[in-house]
């Protein structure tokens, strides 16, 4: 971090339920131990009423104040006390840092994105603009259940069936488990998974998710000062401190082991060719059973122009566009792309088809990466089909097309969802939105 910043770190701290839930709040109260250290919480337990519970500590000092939300909201939550609340604590020069400790109906991603973009107003002697300004995020750390993590990302169980969410809330119990893991600067792992070739398979899982953030494996109930201060000091300079990536950045962060370990894989499926939409849809199962997740860009021979982007978290799947690719841009619209997109699409550049292509990462726990890979060259086009999508797209784009309108999967349902993709993980494409 530069040193000339003098804006207010802040500390995100996430976790989805249970003993995770009760890690957070162990750890913001061990940090809030530190001098200077303002800690922050939020219950929404009674948002659909209208009421939010926010508490403030300052050292052995707490208020608390009961909030009435007339929309009754998580982003209403945000921009009428979470974010002005940042901007006037920033203000004190008592307050050297401001801890978050997450309620599970906020997702880091989202908050960290609202820090950033939403704009404060009516703060006297305060000019509009985003909190951003007044705090930086200094880390994200996500607290997880280490005996149940796994399977929990992996299941195909929802947050309304978990009694997490209400019934209007189509978020997956994976989506969350993978999301605030993929999303964090640092793991806090709570209690022991019981078989120790299981925290084996769990410190492998985690080493390929998120390859530089450090593991403090802590006691049931939570880290104390010194264990989570020093976790802090651990985290890498570079990490990505709340950013949020878009779909065109780097799929493999960090530099994550790319050999098995306890039968967990981190694979790369990449082709220079496009999906068969309606041979992909048959074959997208072999991403749910046994495999943790999987993202990437893909390209679907009846959508020529558009990225489309692919997120699967244990039992569900999430796909959406992307933008255009740069070959389908205006010259206005290229000469306005990032310009990192251009030099790494100029490298792989194709004379017929551009900068199109197939990108995924596939992280399996229990499943075969041969037959993952066979199932996915098997939905690609034929060279037969190819030839027909270089002479005549627009004959390929009255092929039968199950990514007609973006959907989840499974599809049974008959519902679609449109799946605006800018990065990572609510319940749009990644799982970086709030339900409201």
């Given at each position: 971090m530069i040193e000339s910043d003098r804006r207010t770190p802040v500390v995100v701290i996430a976790g989805s339920s249970g003993r995770a839930t009760a890690g957070v709040d162990r750890a913001a109260d061990a940090l809030r131990m530190t001098p200077g250290t303002v800690t922050i919480r939020h219950d929404l337990s009674g948002l659909r009423e209208g009421i939010v519970h926010r508490t403030v500590c300052a050292g052995e000092h707490e208020t608390s104040a009961v909030l009435e939300l007339a929309h009754g909201c998580v982003s209403c939550t945000?921009?009428?006390?979470?974010?002005?609340?940042?901007?006037?604590?920033?203000?004190r020069d008592s307050v050297y840092r401001i801890v978050l400790a997450?309620?599970?109906?906020?997702?880091?991603?989202?908050?960290?994105?609202?820090?950033?973009?939403?704009?404060v107003t009516g703060i006297v002697g305060r000019v509009d603009g985003p909190a951003g300004r007044d705090v930086r995020l200094e880390a994200v750390v996500t607290c997880l259940e280490a005996e149940r993590w796994l399977a929990d990302a992996t299941g195909e169980e929802t947050l309304a069936e978990r009694g997490l969410a209400t019934a209007d809330d189509e978020r997956a119990v994976a989506q969350l488990a993978v999301g605030q893991v993929d999303f964090a600067d640092?793991?806090?792992?709570?209690?022991?998974?019981?078989?120790?070739?299981e925290r084996l398979r769990l410190g492998a899982v985690?080493?390929?998710?998120?390859?530089?953030?450090?593991?403090?494996?802590?006691?049931?109930?939570?880290?104390?000062?010194?264990?989570?201060?020093?976790?802090?000091?651990r985290i890498p300079v570079d990490s990505r401190r709340g950013r949020v990536f878009d779909a065109h950045a780097p799929l493999l962060r960090g530099q994550p082991p790319l050999g098995a370990d306890h039968a967990v894989t981190l694979m790369e499926f990449a082709a220079s060719r496009p999906f068969h939409p309606v041979r992909l849809h048959e074959a997208l199962d072999v991403l749910f059973d046994g495999v943790v997740t999987a993202r990437?860009?893909?390209?679907?021979?009846?959508?020529?122009?558009?990225?489309?982007?692919?997120?699967?978290?244990?039992?569900?799947?999430?796909?959406?566009?992307?933008?255009?690719?740069?070959?389908?841009?205006?010259?206005?619209?290229?000469?306005s792309a990032d310009p990192t997109?251009?030099?790494?699409?100029?490298?792989?550049?194709?004379?017929?088809?551009?900068?199109?292509?197939?990108?995924?990462?596939?992280?399996?726990?229990?499943?075969?990466?041969?037959?993952?890979r066979q199932a996915l060259h098997w939905a690609l086009v034929e060279d037969d089909e190819l030839r027909l999508l270089e002479r005549a797209p627009e004959l390929v784009a009255q092929w039968e097309d199950p990514f007609g309108e973006w959907h989840t999967?499974?599809?049974?349902?008959?519902?679609?969802?449109?799946?605006?993709?800018?990065?990572?993980?609510?319940?749009?494409?990644?799982?970086?939105?709030?339900?409201?």
């Open positions: 945000l921009r009428m006390d979470l974010l002005p609340l940042l901007c006037a604590l920033a203000a997450l309620d599970p109906a906020f997702e880091a991603e989202a908050v960290c994105q609202a820090i950033e973009n939403v704009v640092a793991v806090v792992a709570l209690g022991d998974s019981g078989d120790p070739l985690l080493a390929r998710l998120v390859p530089e953030a450090p593991i403090a494996w802590v006691a049931p109930d939570g880290p104390g000062s010194e264990e989570i201060e020093t976790l802090l000091t990437g860009r893909i390209w679907l021979a009846t959508q020529p122009d558009e990225v489309v982007w692919l997120e699967s978290a244990g039992g569900g799947l999430r796909v959406g566009g992307a933008g255009p690719w740069l070959a389908a841009m205006s010259p206005a619209e290229l000469e997109r251009r030099v790494m699409a100029a490298l792989r550049w194709d004379d017929r088809f551009g900068d199109r292509d197939i990108s995924l990462v596939i992280l399996v726990h229990d499943a075969d990466p041969a037959e993952i999967d499974p599809c049974e349902t008959g519902e679609s969802t449109g799946l605006p993709v800018e990065g990572s993980a609510g319940q749009s494409k990644s799982p970086k939105g709030e339900s409201t």
